[in-house]
């Protein structure tokens, strides 16, 4: 049977930590230099330079035959969006930007919602920064002895304090060594209560929160791109956390988040 969760050796976490700050640290430096005028494929073209030049590489290329280096979802679509020179950014959108960095072994991910308008519609305040904040709340409920579903809970009550639809078909997962890690980490209650958290478990948190339904549908020709079936828009945050002995120490800080 497949383990419930993965415990990390103190000597994993050295790497995983290092890992994680790296991807955090391309994270911040994207979000500072995406800009209207790019392509979604221009940045993803920058993600590829940033990420090759940390002497790691991209955790995304080639995973399950992912095609980008990083994954760039606009507007209606959730996740797993792929970089293309037919789409330009423009000071209306918002850009998700999920990206994951491989280096000694260990890898992080961690994912930013950004948009450009200086005084941005009220609707659009109101997703990013509730499903930043849902993000916040599931973190500060990952304390040990808790259980994932306390995590679940506490992103659950942010959302529909900010009317936002939880997407259930993905998920948050453990992470660190491999990409995907047991345990799963949704975003939402009425599944159980998974396993207890204890130290040197690592996981990633990330709320897909949408402005309309909860339907998501899945790209016909590319098989990746995930989009809301009513359109609207939706956004994306993901941290890295380790549970520790006390508060959770999130791997994927940096000031921008
Ligand atoms: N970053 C995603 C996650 O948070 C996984 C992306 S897999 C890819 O779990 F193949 F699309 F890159
Ligand atoms: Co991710
Ligand atoms: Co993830």
């Not at 280096?69 to 969006?81: A, E, F, L, Q, R």
């Not at 998700?96 to 930013?112: F, N, P, R």
């Not at 609707?123 to 259980?147: P, Q, S």
């Not at 359109?231 to 956390?241: C, D, K, R, V």
Request: net charge negative; hydrophobic share 40%; proline share 5%.
């Amino acid at each position: 049977m497949a383990p419930a969760r993965i415990i990390h050796t103190p000597e994993e976490i050295v790497r995983i930590r290092r890992a994680a700050a790296v991807t955090a640290q391309v994270r911040d430096e994207l979000a500072r230099l995406v800009h209207p005028g790019m392509t979604t494929f221009d940045l993803d073209m920058l993600a590829g330079e940033l990420i090759g030049r940390t002497g790691g590489e991209s955790a995304f290329k080639n995973y399950c035959g992912y095609p980008g280096n990083i994954c760039i979802s606009m507007n209606d679509t959730v996740i797993h969006g792929i970089g293309s020179p037919d789409q330009l950014i423009t000071e209306d959108d918002i850009v998700s930007m999920d990206l994951g960095v491989k280096i000694d072994g260990a890898l992080g991910d961690t994912a930013v919602t950004v948009g450009f308008r200086e005084n941005p519609p009220a609707e659009i305040r109101r997703l990013l920064e509730g499903t930043r904040e849902a993000l916040m709340e599931g973190i500060a409920a990952a304390r040990c002895g808790a259980y994932i579903r306390d995590i679940s809970a506490a992103v659950e009550k942010c959302a529909r304090k900010h009317r936002l639809a939880i997407v259930r078909d993905y998920v948050g997962h453990g992470c660190g060594i491999k990409l995907h890690e047991p345990p799963e980490v949704p975003n939402y209650t009425g599944w159980g209560k998974g396993p207890r958290l204890e130290p040197g478990m690592v996981i990633c948190i990330e709320p897909m929160l949408n402005l309309g339904t909860d339907a998501v549908r899945l790209d016909r020709k590319d098989h990746w791109t995930v989009r809301t079936r009513d359109g609207a828009w939706s956004a994306h945050f993901e941290h890295m956390i380790l549970i520790t002995e006390n508060e959770p120490e999130i791997l994927t800080w940096q000031k921008m988040m």
